[in-house]
């Protein structure tokens, strides 16, 4: 079984930042693309932030300059540094990983979701 920890979310203030971490754990083999989706209060989920194996990244046009992605393989932990934050950054923060279990096929999993609140 494969599990995704996340951890990292909370209330900050506007112009804040906030570290979001989420950990694979389970009978993994290896994990390809990782990436963090926020869905915001009455708005369907969307994809901010990708980040390969081997360390590209993407970065959703609308938060270049103020998040960042990166990934640490031996830990198969991703992160999601967010600088300036503002009240429409307020959403539920996901992870996401594309994993293939030992002796199985890639497949998608999610994490639990972390509240981001922003605000003063």
């Known amino acids: 079984q494969v599990r995704l920890a996340e951890s990292g979310g909370g209330l900050v203030q506007p112009g804040g930042s906030l570290r979001l971490s989420c950990a694979a754990s389970?009978?993994?083999?290896?994990?390809?693309?990782m990436a963090w989706y926020r869905q915001a209060p009455g708005k369907s989920r969307e994809l901010i932030a990708s980040?390969?194996?081997?360390?590209?990244?993407y970065i959703v046009d609308y938060a270049k300059g103020r998040l960042d992605i990166s990934r640490d393989n031996a830990k198969g932990t991703v992160y999601l540094q967010m600088n300036g934050l503002n009240a429409e950054d307020t959403a539920v923060y996901y992870c996401?990983?594309?994993?293939?279990?030992?002796?199985?096929?890639?497949?998608?999993?999610w994490g639990q979701g972390t509240q981001v609140t922003v605000s003063s």
């Open positions: 980040i390969s194996t081997g360390g590209v990244s």
């Open positions: 389970g009978d993994i083999f290896s994990i390809n693309s």
């Open positions: 996401f990983m594309n994993i293939r279990r030992m002796g199985g096929r890639p497949r998608d999993y």
